[in-house]
């Protein structure tokens, strides 16, 4: 018998889609969030809308680790069609809780594991009228018993409740009465477990937020300005948008008693990316929410926006792809799509936010760095950054003024035309490579031009000759360059005399932080070098120089990440051993570990 | 040169005009940018409040070749309803207007096009239909007509797109059908579509001399000609001027446009009403069968608000919010995560 360990837990839930389950598990991961303990969730789900296998983990991590353990210490085996198999997912002399309303069938027994069941059934035909609620409400019954099993008092239940249906009194206890159910039953049957205890850590989780990437993203774009959003719905990214909806009635202040946005459902990608366009011409800041097959479509206005030189935002939430691929699994392959998004020599500034904090603070900048550049920015995320739900730090504000970049009002040409000096769109008046330019509506004689994707001059004007169009493609490059000193920096973490590097980005900092401390204890000590945009920045080659060799985790079968690297700096590429996980699956730390100690073994012999 | 004719903001028809054109000679699509000039003189529109849109082809490729004093966007093939779309939400104060083809509506852009009418979103939007596609030198295009023969002997045997009747289901609000050489009731058409709010859509016989004017073609110049038929003679009363006109009480129809401006149609052979929908379907449908161009005001609906107005947009374009516009405070962000600890 194992001594039960304190707040380390990893419970998986089994059920089907639609059948109410994403509700009580959003219960009991919030009550342990209130315990004050340290946890995470990932939801695995079909993309389907009822009746396929859907799976949902919980994280307690004493330790305070958030990303996704490989090892299940409890299976809530609620869900018939994957009995058979999830009896095997969870660790020896780990736990089964199952529905013991009929006897467990043969082939679902299994040595080494403790079973214990609660005939949810029954209880809950007992409670619930019959009816589409009942088999909801069966749900409930798990999150009593396991509150039951590892301690979670009702009355953090009956409080997480409180949160979530405070308006619905009925709603409240009828949910109280199954989750209650569950919890008497197992308390009269005096059943007990050895896995672990659920302890109150006070003020544990104080002050910490629960909130997901598609709406700390959402809120980035209030606070950093967008007014024109449009959108076509595709999962993961659909709840971006949807939290805008939500929120820009709520935040945004009315002007002149009316909107100060518009917030469109477009027919398709291909309008949406056009009303991006339309809207960023014309001098709003606008914005769109796509994932890959919706990235697709926008190419061939990205390019016209990059090669007219239109700011506009775009936030990729990535899955499993290509095609509609795994619409619900979770991936980081759209890198190179973004990076060189359209036809032609394109080059595209993509921000890389892998926590909440920095969802929230670099989709608000991605709106400053498209007026400054004025170009697509990606905000690149993944389903498991963008839909589970994180605990984090509260989102911050950092108060900057909104950087428009040369944007010329009527005034300042006004002074441009006393100073001798002649508005020219798509000239390089400054050397770095980035135009003034004007918007539609500004009065002032010399301000409008004529905007077009075909070949044009540094006057705007059409051309097809060799010289004007090589001078606007190399302009683009040099305004490319320029971008580098203007992205956000990477993160480092380092110790001297350490010759190990390791990379990530997005969603994989968290499993690479648990991994970075699991090879230490096993002696192998790491560096750290968090990606946060590309262009890549002068701390990338420098990184890679200090280092014998550098571990690139990244959630793509292609190291898309690692090519470019490889491409810009060829003689330090040779360091970078690609850590690639692609199953769609949150990264767990244990596959990171595997991977590199293997990689560590094959080197060495 | 005292005698130039000025219009009522001072401006002469000079002002008016764009880049010398570089469509072929004769081509319908310069005629019409003639018309286009002709209504922005006429009704006294400053060419700084004006946008142009246009996606690709000849057609498309206009806009550069009129109001030289207005932004202009020549944006990707067939999507160009996005895009003003975008720029309208951004900017609702300026009056947009979009020039296409008919590949460019009909076929590429058909989708987001029907969209934008379904929206009523605000703009003037001309399709110059020559049955084919110009700028990749003459295909057919989704409006040739069956039966008709591409210039190389090939018959097209796939039923057209009307669009004018498509335009009429979807939602448009303005729907009107002319030839290019027809500017004495082009012009005034244009002046209707820019002072109404909402879709307007001027479905626009534009021939293409190089590639679609030959024996067999129904969007010859010739066979234009002879097979319009035009249901009124259209004056536009712009809202400044108080002249009563003289129409024939009964026969005559008269349309107000929301800036008090008002269209007359003078009968010709039918008795038409331009707001009846019914009607103006079947008069489309009639005028096919004959094989005939149905021109004029064909639908007008008064009742539809545009889609800026549908979305309850501030008064002031979102383009010229400040960062005290559109960034909350620092406590509602504090409000907001107080929300997420529960
Ligand atoms: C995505 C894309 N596909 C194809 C083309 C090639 N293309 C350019 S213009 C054109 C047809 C234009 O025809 P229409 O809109 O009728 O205009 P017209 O030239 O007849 O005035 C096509 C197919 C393109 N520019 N973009
Ligand atoms: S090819 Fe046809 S449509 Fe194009 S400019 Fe010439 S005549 Fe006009």
Redesign the interface.
Same mark, same amino acid.
């Given at each position: 018998m194992e001594t039960p360990s304190i707040n380390d837990l990893n419970i998986c839930v089994a059920t089907e889609n639609g059948s109410g389950s994403a509700s009580s598990n959003n219960i009991l991961f919030k009550a342990i969030f209130k315990m004050g303990i340290p946890c995470s969730s990932k939801n695995m789900f079909p993309s389907n809308i009822q009746g396929l296998p859907t799976w949902y983990q919980i994280r307690a991590s004493a330790e305070g680790y958030l990303s996704r353990k490989d090892v299940i210490d409890v299976m809530v085996m609620f869900n018939d069609a994957t009995a058979a198999k999830d009896i095997y997912r969870v660790r020896d002399g780990g736990l089964i809780l199952f529905d013991d309303s009929a006897p467990l069938p043969a082939h679902l027994k299994r040595e080494g594991v403790q079973y214990i069941g609660v005939p949810a059934n029954k209880l809950v035909a007992k409670l619930v009228p019959a009816s589409p609620l009942r088999a909801k409400q069966r749900n409930m019954i798990y999150v009593g018993a396991l509150a039951y099993l590892f301690g979670i008092d009702m009355d953090v239940i009956k409080a997480v409740l409180q949160d979530t249906f405070g308006n619905k009194p009925a709603v409240i206890e009828s949910n109280l009465a199954c989750i209650d159910a569950g919890y008497q039953y197992l308390k009269e049957k005096g059943a007990t477990q050895n896995i672990a205890r659920l302890q109150v850590i006070p003020n544990g989780n104080k002050g910490k937020i629960i909130t997901d990437g598609n709406t700390a993203c959402a809120l980035g774009a209030i606070f950093g300005g967008a007014s024109v959003i449009s959108w076509y719905p595709i999962t993961p990214s659909s709840s971006l948008a949807e939290a805008l909806e939500h929120y820009l009635p709520r935040l945004r202040k009315k002007r002149d008693g009316k909107r100060a946005y518009a917030i469109v459902q477009a027919e398709d990608e291909i309008a949406a990316a056009g009303m991006v366009v339309g809207a960023g011409w014309a001098g709003a800041r606008a914005m769109t929410s796509t994932s890959g097959p919706g990235l697709s479509l926008m190419n061939e206005m990205i390019g016209l926006a990059y090669y007219a030189e239109i700011p506009g935002v775009f936030f990729i939430v990535q899955r499993g792809g290509p095609s509609t691929g795994l619409p619900t699994r979770t991936q980081q392959a759209d890198i190179s799509l973004m990076y060189g998004a359209s036809h032609g020599d394109t080059r595209h500034i993509i921000l890389l936010p892998h926590d909440m904090n920095s969802c929230f603070d670099l989709a608000r900048r991605s709106f400053d760095l498209a007026d400054r550049f004025q170009t697509p920015v990606f905000v690149a995320l993944d389903l498991d950054l963008g839909m589970n739900l994180w605990s984090s730090e509260p989102l911050k504000l950092q108060k900057e003024p909104f950087d428009w970049g040369k944007r010329l009002n009527a005034q300042q040409l006004e002074e441009w035309v006393k100073a001798g000096k002649k508005f020219r769109r798509y000239f390089d008046q400054d050397g770095d490579g980035i135009p003034y330019r004007t918007v539609p509506g500004n009065p002032h004689p010399m301000a409008p031009y004529f905007t077009r994707g075909s070949g044009h001059d540094a006057d705007a004007r059409y051309s097809e000759d060799e010289h004007d169009y090589k001078y606007i493609l190399d302009r683009l490059r040099r305004k490319f360059e320029t971008a580098r000193k203007y992205v956000p920096k990477p993160i480092i973490e380092k110790e001297k005399g350490v010759r190990t590097g390791v990379i990530c980005y997005g969603s994989s900092y968290e499993p690479v932080r648990e991994a970075r401390d699991r090879l230490k204890a096993r002696g192998l000590k790491t560096n750290h070098l968090l990606l946060r945009a590309l262009p890549l920045t002068s701390e990338v080659p420098e990184f890679l120089a200090e280092h014998d060799v550098v571990y690139l985790v990244e959630q793509n079968r292609d190291a898309q990440m690692a090519a470019i690297i490889k491409d810009e700096y060829p003689g330090l590429g040779a360091k970078i051993i690609s850590v690639l996980v692609y199953n769609g699956l949150p990264v767990t730390a244990g596959e990171l570990v595997r991977q590199i100690l293997e990689a560590r073994e094959s080197a060495a012999a | 040169m005292t005698d130039v004719k000025r219009n009522r903001i001072n401006l002469t028809e000079k002002d008016y005009e764009g880049?010398p054109s570089t469509m072929c000679r004769g081509c319908g699509h310069d005629a019409i940018s003639a018309s286009v000039m002709r209504a922005f003189f006429e009704s006294s529109i400053d060419?700084?409040?004006v946008?142009k849109?246009s996606g690709?082809g000849c057609s498309s490729k206009t806009?550069?070749y009129f109001l &030289?004093?207005?932004?202009?966007?020549?944006? +990707?093939h067939g999507?160009m309803?996005? +895009?003003?779309?975008?720029?309208?939400?951004?900017?609702h104060?300026?009056l947009p207007i979009g020039i296409s083809g008919d590949g460019d509506t009909a076929a590429i852009g058909l989708?987001?096009f029907?969209?934008m009418m379904r929206?009523n979103v605000n703009i003037t939007y001309i399709v110059e239909n020559n049955g084919v596609y110009g700028l990749t030198k003459g295909q057919f295009s989704a409006t040739a007509d069956i039966g008709s023969v591409m210039k190389g002997g090939k018959v097209n045997d796939i039923p057209a797109i009307d669009l004018a009747e498509l335009a009429i289901t979807l939602g448009a609000t303005y729907v009107a059908r002319s030839f290019s050489g027809d500017r004495k009731q082009l012009a005034p058409l244009i002046q209707g579509a820019l002072a109404h709010r909402g879709s307007a859509i001027l479905d626009v016989i534009s021939p293409c001399v190089t590639f679609n004017n030959h024996e067999g073609s129904t969007k010859s110049l010739k066979y234009v000609k002879g097979h319009l038929d035009p249901i009124h003679d259209v004056d536009f009363i712009p809202p400044y001027e108080n002249i009563e006109a003289d129409y024939e009480e009964g026969t005559d129809h008269e349309v107000r446009l929301h800036d008090g401006s008002r269209i007359v149609l003078h009968k010709l052979s039918k008795d038409y009403d331009p707001t009846d929908k019914g009607q103006a379907i079947t008069a489309v449908h009639a005028a096919v069968a004959e094989g005939k161009f149905l021109t004029g005001l064909i639908y007008y609906n008064p009742n539809r608000i545009d889609f800026?107005t549908e979305?309850?947009?501030?008064?002031?374009?979102?383009?010229?919010? &400040?960062?005290e516009?559109?960034?909350?405070t620092?406590e509602?962000?504090?409000e907001?995560?107080a929300s997420?600890?529960?």
């Open positions: - | 880049a060419p700084r409040k946008i849109l690709i806009p550069a &030289g004093q207005s932004f202009g966007f020549n944006a +990707v999507r309803s996005a +895009v003003a779309t975008g720029a309208n939400l951004a900017n104060k300026l989708g987001n029907c969209h929206r800026a979305l309850d947009l501030c008064d002031t374009p979102l383009a010229e919010l &400040g960062q516009d559109l960034q909350p620092a509602q962000l504090d907001i995560n997420f600890m529960k």
